[in-house]
């Protein structure tokens, strides 16, 4: 019974912010609630026992892709002299394509229910994990790596004040 509190919980969290995201007239702000939709799916990973997803989740998502973009709004506006604002013209529209959306899964998810109990798992997700990122996609792991430290040269780069 907790786990199902616990997740509707996290389930009020992930749909007001990503509304929030969408919402939001400051440009920064939006960034905020992003980044607590992002800790809100770490939660959920951790309800489903994925404890190496919830910290890649915190660490890579919700810190790291978070930082960047603050850095890019914090440049840009700095750049152009003035606050950035976003418009949202198009809101019915998007309301009724995700109204359709959750039309057909809801329809699906009725046809076939789900489980009522999750299948208990026979290895350590966790350490299965580690090793293939350590193993077989230790090149991808790596470029990724190279890919954040790019973001954040060039944001350094930018950042820096014009002599």
């Given at each position: ?18 509304l929030?995201?969408v ?26 026992d ?8 915190l660490?890579l ?26 418009t ?5 529209g ?24 999750r ?15 350590l ?22 780069y930018?950042?820096r004040?014009e002599?």
């Amino acid at each position: 019974m907790t786990e199902q509190i616990t997740f509707a919980a996290l389930a009020i969290i992930l749909v007001g912010s990503a509304l929030a995201v969408v919402l939001s007239k400051n440009l920064f702000h939006a960034v905020l609630w992003l980044a607590l939709a992002l800790t809100g799916t770490a939660g959920v990973f951790l309800l489903l026992d994925a404890e190496f997803l919830a910290a890649v989740q915190l660490l890579l998502y919700a810190g790291g892709i978070i930082t960047i973009v603050v850095f890019a709004i914090v440049v840009t506006e700095r750049l152009i002299g003035e606050r950035l604002t976003q418009t949202n013209m198009r809101i019915g529209g998007g309301a009724l394509i995700s109204l359709v959306l959750l039309g057909f899964i809801v329809n699906v998810l009725r046809k076939s229910p789900l489980p009522a109990a999750r299948p208990e798992m026979s290895v350590d997700l966790t350490r299965v994990l580690g090793e293939l990122v350590l193993t077989r996609y230790v090149l991808p792991f790596e470029l990724l790596a190279v890919l954040m430290l790019a973001g954040m040269l060039g944001a350094i780069y930018f950042a820096r004040p014009e002599d």
